[in-house]
């Protein structure tokens, strides 16, 4: 299974050329870890591909959680999608400034609230920076009020129940974390305090950085292949990814649906959750 669908990607030159175009909606998702001191809202406001709306999983997220970014629910989500202009019948890019990062993760989202026409920009904002192509300042003009209609794909998403299941072997599903080996291994804290160090017992470890080349595109199909195939992952049967806070677990999703992969889900609380100091059994070194 090595043949990609390109489904979920666009190249730079595809949206320069549809950068007009009526029916497609452009959206700066950039999102930086808790340690790292950046703004991502102020970097939009200083240079964003010319239209793009800033999309804060920070902010469209359920706040009555502990953790972080957790979905909405499908009214919320159809609620800022329409203030933010967006809805049915609209081609929705999603670019960050990492390459892939949290683009993916809003990827997802989007495809968890039934509105699969979708693509990640492959290479993101740098890519399109390095090509010299245009970039403006400020906030858009606010766009018009668009119905969205939410209909939950959940075999997309899967919650602490679902995983317990797995790991208890009553789920044929394999697991795998998308965090740093040193994270993964517990030999290295967390980003988020007061977390235990290691991972879910069971799961297979695929660094999310190994699927991206330099530039921050996502690798052609046979060295993708390769990887998942290294990690110990079969192609052929589902797989349920997760990482900190479901993030970088979209980025091992979304490559996964590249290589035609139809049954892969998040694992939306993820480590945030698992790893709270009263969650679930944990593991520790390789796996």
Known sequence: ??????????ETDWLAAHLSAPDVVVLDATWFLPNVARDARAEYLEAHIPGAIHFDIDDVSDHASDLPHMLPTPVKFASRMKQMGIGDGQRV??????????????WWMFRVFGHDDVAVLNGGFGKWVAEGRPVEQGAPPPR????????????LVRDLGDVTALVAGKDGAQLLDARPAARFEGREPEPR??????HIPGARN??????????????PAAELAALFEAAGID???????SCGSGVSASILALALTRLGQPNVAVYDGSWAEW??????AIATGKS
């Open 1 to 10: 299974m090595v043949s990609a669908t390109n489904d979920w990607l666009v």
């Open 206 to 219: 695929l660094p999310f950085a190994q699927v991206l080349n330099p530039d921050g595109t996502l690798k």
């Open 275 to 280: 790893g709270k100091p009263d969650g679930p």
């Open 93 to 106: 890019i999603v670019y960050d400034r990492l390459g892939i990062f949290a683009a993916a993760r809003v």
């Open 235 to 241: 192609l052929a049967r589902p797989v349920v990814t």
């Open 193 to 198: 305090p007061g977390l235990r160090q290691g």
């Open 144 to 155: 018009a009020p668009r119905h969205f209609t939410a209909r939950v794909n959940a075999d």
